[in-house]
């Protein structure tokens, strides 16, 4: 899992760019913010932030 501080402007700019998402960006009931793409070599990635409380 790959943590940031911009997750929003992260997600944006990947939808731009045309990325797949294997899982949209949600807020998960763990209190964080995230999404998930595959990468060109298969590997699933997530991306999150901890959510605001």
Known sequence: MWF???????FQEYQ?????F???LLTQ???LREFAFVDI????IRVAE???K
Do not use: H, Q, R, W
């Open 4 to 10: 940031v501080e911009n997750i929003d402007e992260i």
């Open 16 to 20: 731009t760019k045309g990325i797949e």
């Open 22 to 24: 294997a899982d949209t």
């Open 29 to 31: 009931p763990y209190e």
């Open 41 to 44: 070599n298969g590997y699933y």
């Open 50 to 52: 901890e959510a605001e």
